[in-house]
């Protein structure tokens, strides 16, 4: 009994981690936005509003039982347990969060802000759900080794893009602030705004 227990586990893990490793992939894309909006920003607003509304309407689309090619088989197999039966509202939140970014703040906060959106939450999630062990109650669920994961890959990012120290371990604590915060999907909005705020104001 406890090796077919064992087998179900071992089953469900592998299915998470895909899961998450699909929705990582989908998020990591939104990285491209500030190299596209340097070449034609107007454009790039364009394809996330237009993207984001088409997500939208294909969503609706799937939940009343009409399977959409491609999209709808994406959405299932990046789904979580939670978003079973129910609008999956993360690929809305991410294409509005580098959205809001592009238009509230100028080059290079809005870069830092969705590259902290891209990065800073992508990298967390997979490093808390692949080697997270130490989750303390301050964090809210969230594992010590995902939020180192996401200061890293944000000083990073941002020291990349600023050149400078301190605005890069500032964009750092203030994504890995928010990454810990018990958000859901609606931390793609958060961490792009408050990032880029705060940015603007340091650099």
């Known amino acids: 009994m406890s090796l077919i227990q064992s087998m179900f586990s071992s089953n469900a893990v592998r299915n998470e981690l895909k899961t998450e490793i699909i929705r990582k992939v989908i998020h990591f894309l939104i990285a491209l936005t500030p190299s596209m909006a340097a070449v034609n920003k107007a454009a790039t607003v364009f394809i996330?509003?237009?993207?984001?509304?088409?997500?939208?309407?294909?969503?609706?689309?799937?939940?009343?039982?009409?399977?959409?090619?491609?999209?709808?088989?994406?959405?299932?197999?990046?789904?979580?347990?939670r978003d079973i039966g129910r609008f999956v509202m993360g690929p809305v939140t991410l294409g509005l969060g580098a959205l809001l970014a592009l238009l509230l703040y100028p080059s290079p906060a809005a870069a830092i802000a969705i590259y902290a959106l891209a990065f800073g939450d992508g990298i967390a999630s997979l490093v808390g759900k692949f080697f997270g062990r130490?989750?303390?109650?301050?964090?809210?669920?969230?594992?010590?080794?995902?939020?180192?994961?996401?200061?890293?890959?944000?000083?990073?990012?941002?020291?990349?893009?600023?050149?400078?120290?301190?605005?890069?371990?500032?964009?750092?604590?203030?994504?890995?602030?928010?990454?810990?915060?018990?958000?859901?999907?609606?931390?793609?909005?958060?961490?792009?705004?408050?990032?880029?705020?705060?940015?603007?104001?340091?650099?």
């Open 48 to 81: 996330l509003v237009i993207g984001t509304l088409g997500y939208t309407l294909m969503e609706y689309l799937r939940l009343s039982g009409v399977k959409v090619p491609v999209i709808s088989m994406l959405t299932s197999m990046a789904s979580r347990p």
């Open 134 to 203: 130490l989750h303390p109650a301050f964090l809210f669920g969230k594992s010590i080794e995902g939020s180192i994961a996401c200061f890293a890959a944000v000083f990073v990012s941002a020291y990349a893009v600023s050149g400078r120290l301190h605005v890069a371990l500032i964009a750092a604590f203030t994504a890995t602030a928010v990454e810990a915060m018990p958000l859901e999907d609606y931390d793609n909005l958060v961490i792009p705004i408050t990032v880029g705020l705060v940015v603007q104001f340091v650099f």
